[in-house]
DNA sequence: TTGACAAGCGGAGACATCTCCGTTTAATAT
DNA sequence: ATATTAAACGGAGATGTCTCCGCTTGTCAA
């Protein structure tokens, strides 16, 4: 849960662990104050009391310090995935991809403006690369392992797109642009949109 | 062609269209020199000798300029589209569904640095308002009529999702973000992305 | 022609993102 | 303890977006 970066090289200094801690906090305070949307970088830095710079050095934007902040419940809803879809082995895999688009949906309620956050400065700068976080790739798996299973038992239509490309589709319909257009200006409950998504990428 | 805003008003001061004029031109060359992405709503004022402000009442952001420039190509699109699918009103709907695809790729790839930058800039600004550009809007009311058809000859699954959420999750699916996420990570051709998209969302 | 005035202009400036680089400092070796 | 050094710091500044507002200028009516 510590660790921000893979190499384990060598341990973090006194200080920048200070520091982090400092931002963590700082961050957290503002967002709830202002909401996520409206705190600057900059502000964050103030609030924390360090240099632009330093803030910077750490994350790179809002979107990595937002992902930070949400390590804990990403891992949740991972273990909730997992288990999920073990106690449903037996279930056909369309059913089984319902109950994880639902826990999904859960935890997008749930991190709402952290989850915007993250993709908004995802996309903002790295190569389109929403696609390339790790919560979205560890789902994409996920996903891209249901839809071959429902090709191969095959009740379905015969010819099927690719998986993978499935599961892209899938995701960006599942991101906050999408979703949060859905319940906010289309009016669907998270219930519902449950079931349209679902309707829309079962077979 | 010529207007920009929609109530007819009073004609464009003559200052006023020269300016047009010379942001137009501007933009164009400074796109063509550098590339969309790479140019900043500032570079733009000063190679068109205004001031900032003045670029900024004209165009609320770099997105709202780039649709002026696609306009042309953007009138052309709906024609061709019209047409095709007055040409073969005959065949069922989700074969007229793959032409407009297929005439809606090639627009995106010929215009395609345009309109990313347009996707952009409305999604940073507006409330995730890409979607009420009248090119989406447009688009969305020409798929709901062809997946409420579908739904009517009903050959295909009973329960279908809503046509509107469909459509929805068709555009995003179209978006540059998705769109150049397949060509150029996935390495999809313009001819295999249309392939799979329709396999995704013809029934 | 002239006067009035809405429309347009333009640049200063408020804020934001992000980088560069000289300085400081914690950790480790001696 | 002290020296060494890689890492971390911080803030100035480059560049960008976008707004505000006093000034200028077409346009139209008289």
Redesign the interface.
């Given at each position: 849960m510590n660790d921000t970066e893979e190499t384990p090289g060598r341990s973090e200094r006194r200080d920048a662990a200070e520091n982090r801690q400092r931002i963590l906090e700082a961050a957290l305070r503002l967002f709830e104050q202002q909401g996520v949307e409206q705190v600057s970088m900059n502000q964050i830095a103030i609030e924390a009391q360090i240099g632009p710079g330093t803030l910077y050095r750490r994350y790179r934007n809002k979107g990595e310090l937002c992902l930070d902040l949400m390590k804990e419940n990403i891992v949740l809803l991972f273990e909730n995935i997992e288990t999920h879809l073990k106690q449903h082995r037996a279930d056909p895999p369309s059913q089984r991809l319902k109950g994880l688009l639902a826990l999904f949906i859960r935890f997008r309620e749930k991190k709402s403006q952290l989850l915007t956050g993250v993709e908004?400065s995802a996309?903002?700068n790295r190569?389109?690369s929403?696609?390339q976080s790790p919560l979205y790739l560890e789902l994409h798996e996920l996903l891209v392992e249901l839809f071959d299973e429902m090709k191969v038992d095959g009740q379905s239509?015969p010819?099927?797109?690719?998986s993978?490309?499935?599961a892209?589709?899938l995701l960006?319909?599942l991101?906050s642009?999408?979703y949060?257009?859905?319940r906010d200006?289309?009016g669907?409950s998270p219930e519902k949109f449950l079931e349209?998504?679902w309707?829309?990428f079962h077979?």
């Amino acid at each position: 849960m510590n660790d921000t970066e893979e190499t384990p090289g060598r341990s973090e200094r006194r200080d920048a662990a200070e520091n982090r801690q400092r931002i963590l906090e700082a961050a957290l305070r503002l967002f709830e104050q202002q909401g996520v949307e409206q705190v600057s970088m900059n502000q964050i830095a103030i609030e924390a009391q360090i240099g632009p710079g330093t803030l910077y050095r750490r994350y790179r934007n809002k979107g990595e310090l937002c992902l930070d902040l949400m390590k804990e419940n990403i891992v949740l809803l991972f273990e909730n995935i997992e288990t999920h879809l073990k106690q449903h082995r037996a279930d056909p895999p369309s059913q089984r991809l319902k109950g994880l688009l639902a826990l999904f949906i859960r935890f997008r309620e749930k991190k709402s403006q952290l989850l915007t956050g993250v993709e908004e400065s995802a996309s903002t700068n790295r190569f389109k690369s929403r696609t390339q976080s790790p919560l979205y790739l560890e789902l994409h798996e996920l996903l891209v392992e249901l839809f071959d299973e429902m090709k191969v038992d095959g009740q379905s239509s015969p010819n099927q797109p690719d998986s993978v490309f499935k599961a892209d589709m899938l995701l960006m319909a599942l991101s906050s642009e999408s979703y949060l257009f859905q319940r906010d200006e289309r009016g669907y409950s998270p219930e519902k949109f449950l079931e349209q998504i679902w309707l829309t990428f079962h077979s």
